[in-house]
């Protein structure tokens, strides 16, 4: 089978999940080409090219035209839906599995439809964002196979007019997500009693600030500091090894949800819920129904209801070392055996060659 691939490209999040699916879908033995939708055409010409260099060494945080011209946001995506129609015609696919892709328009994904490709789009953010809801909503339709993160209940309160749709979560890459020995400069550097590996949303720094008695470090990206935290703060924009380091030398692991104390009910895991168990980290995360799904809640993995509980729960278990590792340890193998990458991927080809085990909602 031939994939194309249509999903970010980079060093940041979506192009690390971008390459950890390419990868897997090779080690599975198929033929996958990946085509960039977030690329910019316009900066392909060397004279801005070489300009865009320049800027970009004197103001690193400048926004790319893309960003701030709607003229230049049309008629960049205009081209990329052209490139795209472009590379399935050359490439001749079997198969399109978009990641998300926020700006392939509908009569895009169409045209491919009727030159035989089966298209799958994973969307691999919540739809309780309402942007990414009415975007599913305007393009779900068209697409053979809808994936998404959620679990299947968020469609009760949201109207998805889709052929095919499945709950379909992230996973760890065990190449990158793993056990590692670490020196003990990267255990002095990297290591502390709790940690946070994000971004910081305004939610989840108040509940960092209740947590600063703690030996805490904040690792990841974030806007305005809090003077509360201000030792807190260690490194911004931190992806793979660099958080995998961070997960084999700290004690303990926060995840917050970053709808946490927003929503009433949320739907979906962080990624972090299966990339820090798998390095054998001991992670303590928001108490989510679709937790269980994945982990005997307990004894696999242990869940918070408020800040309270969360500082109670810190406390007791940097108290108990034994436990503490027992519990990562059992976590380690759950993540291993059953939420890789591979395994997620697999799971999206198998709905796919039978079509009767998928749940049709139109």
């Known amino acids: 089978m031939k994939i194309l691939l249509a999903a970010p490209a980079g060093r940041r999040v979506r192009g690390i999940i971008s390459s950890y699916c390419k990868e897997e879908l090779e080690s599975l033995g198929l033929e996958v080409s990946l085509f960039n939708f977030e690329q910019h055409p316009y900066a392909k010409n060397r004279l801005i090219s ?38 399935v015609s050359e490439y001749k696919p079997d198969l399109l599995l978009v990641l998300l892709g926020e700006n392939i328009q509908p009569q895009t994904i169409k045209r491919i439809n009727q030159a035989g490709v089966i298209t799958v789009n994973w969307v691999f953010d919540t739809l309780l964002f309402p942007y ?6 305007n393009i779900s339709y068209v697409y053979d196979y809808i994936f998404i993160i959620d679990s299947l209940d968020i469609l009760k309160f949201i109207d998805i007019k889709a052929k095919h749709i499945e709950s379909l979560p992230l996973g760890c890459f065990p ?13 002095r550097k990297f ?24 030996d805490l470090k904040i690792w990841g990206h974030w806007g305005q500091k809090s003077p509360l935290l201000g030792k807190n703060y260690q490194e911004q ?28 009910e949320i ?35 242990i869940a918070y209801k408020n800040i309270e509980e969360l500082k109670s729960l810190i406390k007791y278990y940097l108290q108990h070392e034994q436990e503490r590792k027992e519990i990562a340890q059992r976590a380690y193998q759950r993540a291993h055996q059953e939420h890789t990458y591979a395994k997620r991927l697999k799971r999206l080809l198998n709905i796919i060659n039978d079509p009767k085990k998928e749940i049709n909602l139109t």
């Open 50 to 87: 070489s300009l865009k260099s320049i800027i970009r060494a004197f103001l690193p945080s400048l926004p790319s035209p893309y960003d701030i011209s709607p003229a230049v946001k049309s008629s960049t995506d205009n081209r990329i839906n052209e490139m795209l129609i472009e590379a």
């Open 132 to 137: 990414r809801r009415d975007y599913l909503r």
């Open 175 to 187: 190449r990158v997500h793993r056990r590692i020995d670490l020196s003990k400069e990267e255990f």
């Open 191 to 214: 290591g502390s009693d709790v940690a946070f590996v994000g971004t910081l949303s305004p939610e989840r720094q108040k509940i960092l600030e209740a947590l600063r008695d703690f």
């Open 237 to 264: 924009n931190v992806y793979g090894e660099g958080a995998v380091k961070i997960y084999n030398a700290s004690k303990i692991i926060i995840d917050i949800h970053n709808l946490y104390g927003v929503e009433k």
């Open 267 to 301: 739907f979906n895991v962080t990624p972090r819920v299966f990339e820090v168990p798998a390095c054998a980290g001991f992670l303590l995360t928001n108490n989510i129904a679709q937790l269980k799904e994945f982990y005997k809640v307990g004894e696999e993995i």
